[in-house]
């Protein structure tokens, strides 16, 4: 049978069929050499055997289309953690303030997001601490990049409409810092449904690597929310410094009028980057985030 990963914990997995729900294992094959990642992730479509009622096991997992991932700290070395397989989008929330946004770390987002060839839109939460002014002079350059940006307040309603409707029908990772509200956000679209997934980010804090419990959650009307616990870093994978402009809208396109084919956009004379970036069309604030993923550096 085929079916849909919504659960994983302690290498058991939730696969919904059309048959009814299965608690699955991973066929031994598929367990064999070096993992430098996770195998199965939330999102993934499967072949499953059922072996009774309520439990199956895991055959093959049919190619991803799309993955949202980052690099996870790991004894033996970097290990690729899959946050998310297949999303139709990623919806990436940071507060206007408590706490104050990282933007730094919305362009690691981003990044991952081009990488992957997936739709993000910026949720700008708790715009009730500021004013919707202020909430647009710091995140108000992204929708000339292509990125949408929701504005929301759980506080005022603001936007809760909006975002609703963005989910339903759709598989969906809500991401960002802690603190930013994502539950809140969470539970004035659909009551409780933050409470539950609060529950599981919070058994999640508390349990070792390998009791980990990710989950989707289905939402009224169709469509699944995923949530990741919040995150304290966002290491890059599989991005080489000198492509990583090709990750940025604003960068890509001026990178073909760079006098040099291996330009960093930090030195060179002639460099179009450097000039837009004077002439104030490269947003200063994102020509830094670049810097400083260009160099290694954490935000």
């Known amino acids: ?169 759709k598989v969906t990772l809500l991401t960002g810092p802690s603190g930013v509200g994502k539950s809140s956000l969470l539970n004035a679209i659909q009551p409780g449904l933050g409470l539950q997934v609060r529950q599981v980010s919070q058994a999640t804090r508390k349990g070792r690597h390998t009791t980990v419990a990710r989950e989707m959650f289905p939402l009224q009307g169709g469509g699944y929310v995923a949530d990741t616990p919040g995150l304290k870093a966002l290491a890059l994978w599989d991005v080489a410094p000198e492509e990583l402009d090709g990750y940025f809208p604003e960068l890509r396109r001026l990178v073909a009028q760079c006098p040099f084919s291996d330009c960093t956009h930090t030195h060179e004379p002639g460099c179009r980057v450097l000039q837009a970036v004077q002439a104030g069309e490269v947003h200063l604030e994102r020509y830094r985030s670049y810097l400083r993923m260009r160099f290694g550096e954490m935000d």
């Open 1 to 169: 049978m085929r079916g849909l990963v919504v659960r994983s914990q302690s290498g058991f997995y939730t696969v919904e069929t059309d048959q009814g729900t299965l608690i699955c294992r991973l066929r031994g094959r598929l367990k064999k050499g070096r993992r430098l990642g996770d195998v199965v992730a939330l999102g993934d479509w499967v072949e499953v055997t059922r072996l009774d009622k309520k439990s199956g096991v895991i055959e093959a997992i049919e190619p991803r289309q799309r993955m949202f991932a980052r690099l996870a700290p790991n004894p033996k070395g970097d290990y690729l953690q899959i946050l998310i397989a297949n999303p139709d989008q990623v919806m990436l929330v940071f507060a206007c303030e408590e706490p104050p946004p990282r933007l730094g770390m919305l362009d690691r987002f981003l990044v991952i997001a081009e990488k992957q060839n997936t739709p993000a839109v910026i949720v700008a939460n708790k715009v009730d601490l500021v004013s919707l002014e202020q909430a647009q002079q710091i995140f108000g350059h992204y929708p000339a990049l292509g990125y949408e940006v929701l504005y929301t307040s759980v506080c005022s309603g603001l936007g809760l409409q909006e975002l609703k409707a963005r989910l339903v029908g």
